[in-house]
């Protein structure tokens, strides 16, 4: 299980570093730092916010019933394989950060 947790990691060292430097965010154009999804699905989380210490994420989230921001368990997002073909969440690796306000949704 370990082995798996590591191939899935969605928070890198460079991200945490990004995150840190960015602090917290308190705008209605808080900055979107990272982009995870469902490779099966609609779900995406943009995150803008993230705690090292209970391994949590803060950011705007689509694709279910409403959109809306709030909190989300990384280690969730980590752990979760998504029907029908088992795939893990996803992190955008060519996603740029940018405004929340310049998001095309």
Known sequence: MKQERLQNQLIT?????RFNEIGRQNSEDSIIIAKFFNPCGAATWYLTEYAEGNNTGFGYVTGFDVDE????SITE???LRCPPLGLPIERDLYFDECPFSKLKL
């Open 13 to 17: 060292r460079e991200l945490k570093a």
């Open 69 to 72: 921001w709030g909190s989300v």
């Open 77 to 79: 997002l980590e752990a």
